[in-house]
């Protein structure tokens, strides 16, 4: 389902979530940043894992966090990527710990909001 908003409709926390992405994909150097707010409003930020042995998406890694730190939902998550959409995998890992209608922001390398989803 697409969300159709506009970068401008976007509230001062989406923005928020959208830059911190997109500072961990820039600081670490990885195909992909990531930030997930909770349901108290703590924010998680991460960039893509590869390893040999471990392979996680930004967007998966900071549900990864956002769990072993305690939170019991999220409220949103965002993705800077050069992809045109959310994965599947992705939406999955988000809609397991937020539910259905928690909205996925996946932006460009620029930042710029490029389709707003939710994890359903």
């Known amino acids: 389902m697409n969300l159709n908003r506009e970068h401008d409709d976007l509230g ?43 392979k996680l998406s930004a967007l998966q890694t900071a549900v990864a966090m956002a769990v072993a730190s305690g939170a019991q939902s999220l409220e949103a998550a965002a993705v800077v990527s050069a992809a045109e959409a959310v994965s599947d995998e992705d939406r999955a890992a988000v809609r397991d710990l937020g539910g259905a209608d928690t909205p996925v922001l996946l932006a460009g390398l620029d930042g710029r909001l490029r389709a707003a989803v939710t994890a359903g």
């Not at 997109?22 to 990531?34: C, Q, T």
């Open 12 to 54: 001062a926390e989406d923005l928020k979530i959208i830059t911190l992405a997109r500072s961990a994909r820039a600081r670490n150097g990885v195909p992909e940043g990531a930030a997930v707010r909770d349901e108290t409003g703590r924010t998680y930020v991460a960039g893509t894992v590869t390893l040999e042995s471990l």
